[in-house]
């Protein structure tokens, strides 16, 4: 029994999408957007998928999007988040944690970037 629980848990974090922080990054100007994702592979065909169609929530990466072209942009993983033993386990506090972080490293503002400054009012 104790064997059968250990492979399931094994399964489960195999099975897992790839998590954690990721940036998009303009080559021309070197701007970059950064952001995190339970699922890392969707994150990177969702972004892909808005910008191609003029969806995308954040207007200026979308208005250097259309300007430069799909060409001139990368998506890059620049963290993982590592699974946990717990099957239940809620990923979301972490991922904002690892987010925070990265935004205060990179500091994705301005000239630098596409990421808002967030206030303490949000």
Known sequence: MEEN???LKKKYKETLPPMGIYQIK???NG??????GKNLNGKSNSWKFQLNSGTHFNRELQSDFNKFGEDNFIFEII?????????NYDYTEDLKILEEMWIEKLK???????????TSLQ
């Open 108 to 118: 994705p503002f301005g000239d630098r970037g596409y990421n808002k400054i967030k």
């Open 79 to 87: 963290d993982h988040l590592d699974p946990k033993e717990d099957l």
């Open 26 to 28: 303009n080559l021309i």
């Open 5 to 7: 629980k250990k492979e």
């Open 31 to 36: 701007k970059i957007y950064v952001s995190s």
